[in-house]
């Protein structure tokens, strides 16, 4: 666990059973019961679902709700602050109509809202908020037309507290243009362009040179005209968003200090100011390491909250104004855990284990004569020609490999110059192909023999050797999986995500691999892997060796937010099987989960394999399971009394839950 940093970004959701070496997940949470993600997979597999699959883990959503509200609570409570707390969610994060429902939900006890970024996302969520409870919370960004304006304002008229955000100073005329056709009296709220930035990936989000948002002279000019149109209690929201994934929290403390003194001028301007809205940011310890490396963070959550909360309470009490409703954006930090890609590995153990038969065979085939020393050998080798010198000097390196560490190191240089003296010989053109090919074998036999001795004596491996090390001998395992569909930030950003076997973790991984896709593109490829202790990347994911007739499953974490609605079409490979495990509505925490299964029409078998039904796929499919995590209850019902013992419920071992789990 501790080797693919699992305890650090693992949180609350993921683990290791060292017993079974299998990868847990725990969809409620730290406390709550443990699905067994290879069991799953492996009676998912048997039931027709073949990888990949993405798992939605809804529950850890509610989890993330949770969380996020109760350390605004505290940070309510520790600084006696008088307003309140209301999260939305944005939608451009990841639009999937079961999260989003999930979402609205569990969301619904915290007054939990959304955002959305484009009429689209809008028309989309007006369905999910009609019926709700009145006056949730609707912030709405991004380009807007008058159509846009008008779906806001109705959605008003339908009970939902929608604020229409300004990000350019044309878009008021086209807002109070269609409150004055509709008479709806519109709840206005003012994008900023602050001058803070943060330095990350994202940092472009924010400063002068945003692309979004209002800078002082147009603040002032929007204020201004609402007087004029007598519309100044319709101002009441203040936004801003400095970019995701912020990893240090000294820039939380000052982008919130200029955006207080910002709302309490509004205020003082005479606007009915009443929310303040900073945005995303909040961001995720993808490598699990607690710092301030780019796929980590160096602060909590409830860090975050402390100083979000501190910075508007400092600034109304300077000023003696009255405390605003804080709302945060989170998108990363909320939905980014809940999904977890599960998907198999293609390459064939025969490809590397013949090679290691062969290898064998030429480390034979070369002869010692023990009658003459090695050295006249080497020369009379030199002298027949350079194909055979160089198998003859590997020959040396194999005599050398003895149990001492610095000669470990010294075999290990010297196979790895012989090694690039044969590929100059061969551009040289006196290194035949068959020479060449013996020599790269000569190559990996050293490599394997060295790691032999190490480990039979305890000895440390050249660096070089070390599992995590990228290599010229890091394999290369074949996954059933598109980056550019399932992980794009990786290979456009160059994001890391946790990477890990979903079982076999008792095992040592013995294989620094890399991971190449189905796609016929060269960058289809992930070969930078989250380094638990922050800091660079490692080039190569120590694996486990292949075994005949055993699938070697891995899984691709932290996936929730950006990667599907992003992932692109390339190679025409469609969305996955996706796995959805939710509870049964009104169940209890830990009781009564359900798995469905949909098939996307665009997938192609290729990637899936045969489709569950042999034809064109439903757009969903129940299993028909309903999986109870614990106490074990019959399928048709979570509040019935009659329990099933856990060791008798086929539902409860197919989902390697065990009695005393819960
Ligand atoms: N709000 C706005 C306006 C955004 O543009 C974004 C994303 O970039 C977010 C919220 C979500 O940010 P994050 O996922 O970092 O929480």
Redesign the pocket.
């Known amino acids: 666990a501790a080797l693919y940093g699992v305890p650090g970004w693992g949180a609350d959701y993921f683990t290791v059973d060292e017993s079974s070496g299998t990868l847990l997940v725990k969809p409620d949470g730290e406390n709550g019961p443990a699905l067994d993600l290879y069991q799953l997979t492996q009676s998912l597999q048997a039931q027709g679902v073949r990888a990949p699959m993405l798992f939605r883990f809804l529950p850890i959503v509610g989890h993330r709700i949770e969380k996020l509200n109760a350390a605004f609570r505290a940070a309510l409570d520790r600084f006696e602050y008088q307003g309140a707390y209301r999260g939305v969610f944005?939608v451009?994060?990841n639009h999937d109509k079961a999260l989003i429902q999930a979402i609205v939900d569990y969301g619904e006890p915290y007054g939990f809202g959304l955002?959305v970024?484009s009429k689209a996302e809008l028309v989309m969520v007006m369905s999910q908020l009609a019926g709700r409870p009145a006056g949730t919370n609707l912030v709405c960004?991004g380009y807007k037309d008058s159509e846009y304006m008008e779906l806001v304002l109705h959605c008003r008229e339908l009970g939902m507290n929608a604020m229409v955000v300004m990000e350019q100073y044309s878009e008021l005329d086209m807002l109070l243009a269609a409150a004055r056709r509709l008479g709806v009296r519109p709840s206005i709220g003012i994008r900023a362009k602050l001058t803070t930035r943060h330095n990350g990936h994202?940092g472009s989000?924010s400063g002068d040179k945003a692309k979004f948002g209002l800078r002082a002279r147009e603040i002032v000019a929007v204020v201004n005209r609402l007087g004029e149109e007598g519309m100044l209690d319709c101002l009441n929201l203040l936004h801003f968003?400095v970019g995701?994934?912020i990893t240090n929290i000294r820039m939380v403390k000052e982008v919130m200090r200029e955006a207080s003194f910002l709302y309490a001028e509004l205020v003082q301007m005479g606007a009915a100011m009443s929310y303040i809205d900073c945005?995303?940011?909040?961001a995720v310890d993808y490598d699990g390491s607690f710092t301030d490396s780019a796929a980590s963070m160096a602060y909590t959550l409830q860090h975050y909250a402390n100083d979000v909360v501190s910075a508007v309470q400092e600034v109304c009490i300077q000023r003696s104004i009255a405390p605003p409703t804080i709302i945060t954006?989170?998108?990363?930090?909320l939905a980014s855990h809940h999904s977890v890609l599960v998907f198999d590995v293609l390459t064939t153990p025969e490809c590397l284990e013949e090679k290691r038969e062969e290898q064998e065979e030429v480390v034979e085939s070369i002869e010692i004569r023990d009658d003459k020393p090695l050295t006249k050998q080497l020369r009379a080798a030199a002298r027949s020609g350079k194909g055979t010198f160089l198998l003859m000097t590997f020959k040396e390196v194999f005599e050398n490999i003895t149990a001492d560490a610095s000669a470990l190191r010294e075999a290990f240089n010297d196979a790895s110059y012989f090694k690039d003296e044969a590929v100059r010989a061969f551009k040289l053109g006196v290194l035949s192909l068959e020479e060449r090919a013996q020599v790269d074998m000569m190559f990996d036999a050293a490599c394997e023999r060295i790691r032999e001795v190490a480990r039979e004596h305890d000895l440390p491996l050249p660096d070089a050797l070390r599992p995590d090390a990228a290599l010229p001998h890091t394999k290369m395992y074949h996954v059933n999986l598109s980056v550019f569909r399932s992980a794009v930030d990786s290979w456009a950003i160059q994001q890391l995500f946790p990477i890990v076997p979903i079982h076999r973790l008792g095992e040592e991984p013995t294989v620094p691999a890399m991971l190449a896709d189905l796609t016929c593109d060269s960058d289809g490829k992930v070969d930078k892997f989250i380094n638990p202790k922050g800091g660079e990347p490692l080039p190569a994911l120590p694996l486990h060796p292949l075994r005949h007739g055993d699938k070697y499953f891995l899984a691709l974490f932290l996936t929730g937010?950006y990667q599907e609605v992003m992932g692109s079409v390339h190679n025409m490979f469609g969305s996955l099987n996706t796995v959805v495990v939710g509870r049964q509505p009104g169940a209890p925490a830990g009781v009564g989960v359900e798995v469905h299964v949909a098939a996307d029409e665009g997938t192609p078998a290729a990637m899936n394999g045969e489709l569950p039904h042999g034809g064109p796929p439903e757009p969903w499919m129940q299993l028909g399971a309903v999986l109870l995590l614990h106490p074990c209850l019959p399928a048709d019902s979570a509040t019935t009394s009659s329990a099933t013992s856990p060791s008798s419920c086929s539902l409860c071992s197919m989902a390697g839950v065990e009695a005393d789990s819960g």
């Open positions: 944005p451009k994060a955002e970024g960004n994202w989000t968003h995701s994934q945005g995303g940011g909040l954006e989170s998108g990363r930090a937010v």
